[in-house]
């Protein structure tokens, strides 16, 4: 009978470290975020024409001029105060995409923000890029951002 027992809360113990969850996940929190309009010329020379992907997390209008591949002509409408600007681009294998979802949690352990971003490839078969890009409010330049970029067909 003591073995029994033993064995029970040996098994009580694998099995709720089995399944329980990782600390990373205990201490992520949904962050809110403000979708932006890409299409204002604003953005344009931030991303540049080239086929490729690119990321970027920018805390001021200086750093925002700074990171622009040429020189911008539009007044860029952001408060940069109150909120960081998540703005990226993905290569496509078919052009025309669309935006399924985009989150960002907060993961307070590893002191970084992830920023989650679905897309759905076009319907024409051409490499292209697809632009993407969200507010949030001010993260410290302590702080890192992954971004996670998933393309489905």
Same mark, same amino acid.
């Given at each position: 009978?003591?073995?029994?027992?033993?064995?029970?809360?040996?098994?009580?113990?694998?099995?709720?470290?089995?399944?329980?969850?990782?600390?990373? /996940?205990?201490?992520?929190?949904?962050v809110?975020? &403000?979708?932006?309009?890409?299409?204002?010329?604003?953005?344009?020379? !931030?991303?540049?024409?080239?086929?490729?992907?690119?990321?970027?997390?920018?805390?001021?209008?200086?750093?925002?001029?700074?990171?622009?591949?040429?020189?911008? &002509? /539009? /007044?860029?409408?952001?408060?940069?105060?109150?909120?960081?600007?998540?703005? @990226? &681009?993905?290569?496509?294998?078919?052009?025309n @995409?669309? !935006?399924?979802?985009?989150?960002?949690?907060? *993961?307070? *352990?590893?002191?970084?923000?992830?920023?989650?971003?679905?897309?759905?490839n076009?319907g024409?078969t051409?490499?292209?890029?697809?632009?993407?890009?969200?507010?949030?409010?001010?993260v410290?330049?302590? @702080?890192?951002? *992954?971004?996670?970029? /998933?393309?489905?067909?």
């Amino acid at each position: 009978m003591k073995n029994l027992y033993l064995l029970l809360s040996m098994l009580v113990v694998c099995m709720l470290t089995a399944f329980s969850c990782k600390k990373s /996940e205990i201490n992520c929190s949904p962050v809110s975020l &403000k979708t932006i309009d890409l299409s204002d010329p604003a953005y344009i020379p !931030l991303l540049g024409s080239r086929v490729e992907d690119r990321f970027l997390v920018i805390n001021s209008k200086s750093e925002f001029l700074e990171l622009a591949e040429k020189p911008v &002509k /539009e /007044e860029v409408n952001i408060d940069f105060k109150q909120y960081t600007l998540f703005v @990226g &681009k993905k290569r496509l294998t078919a052009i025309n @995409g669309t !935006l399924m979802s985009q989150n960002v949690a907060r *993961d307070c *352990d590893a002191n970084k923000y992830i920023y989650h971003v679905q897309i759905k490839n076009g319907g024409y078969t051409a490499l292209g890029n697809f632009v993407f890009g969200a507010l949030i409010p001010k993260v410290q330049n302590s @702080g890192r951002v *992954d971004f996670n970029v /998933e393309v489905i067909d």
